[in-house]
């Protein structure tokens, strides 16, 4: 049941919406807190310098990819209808087994 759970919540669309919001909300506030603090570079988790003004404007343009396209956020794309010969060659794909995937352990 856990698994179940955890795929649910990984394809809802509220959880792409969410995890959207932190990332674009994070990255607004580390370059705005950096240029009140009067720098213009910040340290990331690895320790390269992050430039602010950079840090903003990709912050902004992640919560207006957000905010513009909210409807369309986490539509899935409609598949195309395959011509027999590409149907052919995706089922035969689908039934390759390759030696590593046969392999059992000793």
Same mark, same amino acid.
């Given at each position: 049941?856990?698994?179940? !759970? $955890? ?36 340290? #990331? ?16 343009? $992640? ?9 369309? !956020? #986490? ?32």
């Amino acid at each position: 049941m856990g698994t179940r !759970l $955890v795929k649910k919540v990984l394809s809802s669309i509220w959880f792409g919406r969410l995890f959207l919001l932190l990332i674009g909300l994070s990255l607004l506030m580390g370059g705005l807190g950096t240029l009140l603090a009067g720098g213009l570079h910040y340290l #990331n988790y690895w320790g390269g310098a992050v430039f602010a003004p950079f840090a903003i404007a990709l912050g902004l343009f $992640v919560l207006g990819v957000l905010v513009f396209k909210w409807r369309t !956020l #986490n539509e899935r794309l409609p598949t195309k209808k395959m011509s027999s010969k590409a149907a052919r060659l995706a089922r035969k794909a689908e039934r390759t087994r390759f030696p590593i995937d046969d392999f059992r352990k000793w």
